[in-house]
Each structure stands twice: as C-alpha cells, then as structure tokens.
C-alpha cells in the first residue's frame, strides 16, 4: 500500500527502476535554485556558477523522476555534455561549445519533462501529495527550459531581443527571469522578443503556462481532494 505523497511503487520490468517517483528534492532544489540564483548570477565566474547549478538542478531531476535505466544513463551522458562544455566555453570563448551546452541542456531538460510528464499523469493510481508536487516541478522545469530556448535563440541572432535597460550579469540569468515572467503573463514590458522565432516562442510559453496550471493542476487538486473527501468518508 501506497504511503502518502508517493506513487505506488512498480514491479521491475524492462529497464525501469523499482523505487517510487519522489519529486520532493526536486521541488526543494528547484525552489533552492531559483532562490540563490540572483546572488550568483553577477561577478567574472557567473557564468560558470550558474551553469553548475543548471546542472546540479539536473541531475537532481533525473534521480527524483526514477526513469528507466536507459533514461537515466542518456541523462547523465547530457549532464556531462553540458557541464563540460560549458566550462571550456567560459574557458576558451569557443561559440561551439555554447551551442552544446544549450543544447544538452535543453534535451536534458525535454527528458525530464517527459518522464516526470508520465509518472504525473499516466502512471496509474490515486491522485497523491507526491503527484501534485511533481506537477508543480513541472511547471518550474518549464520555465527553466524555455530559458535555455531563448538563449538558444539570442546565441544564434543577438538581436532577437530588445532590452529596456543594460542589465550585467550572465545572460542565462536574463532569460530566466523574463521565461517565468513570460510564463506567469506577468510582463514587465524590460525585455521585448524582437525576432520571429522569440516572438514565438514567448507566447507559446504563456499559452502553455496557462493551460497547464488551468488544465493539468487544477484537475490532480480537484482528484486529490475528492480522495481526501472519499477516504474521510464525505
């Protein structure tokens, strides 16, 4: 039987790890990320900080979603990309390296998304604390993807975006906080998507971030307080 706030543990098969999806590190190293981030994302080694810590929250990530076997190998491979190339990116400038790294980054990060996607919503079993929590990492992961996207997109055209004001710091730290500003719709209007492709990419993020929270996680609330009801015999 099923403990609160975890999902009922499966029967090895496959590849598949036998232990419970437990997304509560992840939430906590998630929300320790995003907190601690403003005081690294300033100085000559903000670049290199900010992107252990991408992939600390990574790694993380894929240890917390208890993937497959085959899952988790090719996660750990994408940390090791990205964790070495960028260091020989703030090491040598090599513009090659940055687009590894965004792009191991972001494919790690997709992977994440997608099995913790599935062990929110298709794993079988009563709604629990557990699967709320990872509904809410989720959310957090994708407000941490789109950042990498839209540095992607700035990397490959630098004036894809309009900036109100010159803000220092690395630019990772930038698009952080505009892609969970883009994802709440709270726009403060600082920083503008000029290009196409990041005007598109912005309003894919809001209409996505609104969806899921009026969609997926008002629905796994509404089942989990029903159980709570049932189960108090309401």
């Given at each position: 039987m099923a403990g609160p706030g975890r999902i009922p543990q499966s029967a090895p098969e496959g590849g598949r790890t036998v232990g419970?999806?437990?997304?509560?590190?992840?939430?906590?190293?998630?929300?320790?990320?995003?907190?601690?981030?403003?005081?690294?994302?300033?100085?000559?080694?903000?670049?290199a900080l900010i992107q252990l810590a991408f992939t600390a929250i990574l790694v993380i990530g894929v240890l917390s979603l208890a993937a497959k076997r085959n899952v988790f190998r090719a996660g750990v491979v994408l940390a090791v990309v990205a964790t070495t190339s960028a260091l020989g990116y703030w090491w040598t400038d090599a513009t090659w390296l940055r687009v590894v790294d965004l792009v191991a980054v972001a494919l790690f990060l997709v992977l994440a998304i997608a099995v913790g996607l599935r062990a929110v919503v298709l794993e079988p079993g009563a709604v629990t604390l557990n699967r709320i929590v990872g509904a809410l990492c989720l959310y957090l992961l994708l407000g941490v993807l789109w950042t990498v996207l839209f540095a992607f997109v700035e990397l490959v055209?630098?004036?894809?975006?309009?900036?109100?004001?010159?803000?220092?710091?690395?630019?990772?730290?930038?698009?952080?906080?505009?892609?969970?500003?883009?994802?709440?719709?709270?726009?403060?209007?600082?920083?503008?998507?000029?290009?196409?492709?990041?005007?598109?990419?912005?309003?894919?993020?809001?209409?996505?971030?609104?969806?899921?929270?009026?969609?997926?996680?008002?629905?796994?609330?509404?089942?989990?307080?029903?159980?709570?009801?049932?189960?108090?015999?309401?």
């Open positions: 419970p999806s437990n997304f509560h590190f992840l939430l906590a190293g998630l929300l320790i990320f995003l907190g601690v981030e403003p005081f690294v994302g300033h100085g000559e080694n903000s670049g055209e630098p004036t894809a975006f309009a900036y109100a004001r010159n803000v220092p710091g690395d630019p990772l730290e930038q698009f952080l906080y505009y892609s969970f500003v883009t994802l709440t719709t709270l726009g403060y209007g600082d920083v503008t998507p000029v290009h196409p492709v990041a005007r598109t990419l912005a309003y894919f993020e809001a209409v996505i971030g609104q969806l899921y929270v009026a969609v997926l996680v008002a629905s796994l609330v509404g089942r989990y307080s029903a159980t709570l009801g049932e189960a108090n015999g309401e």
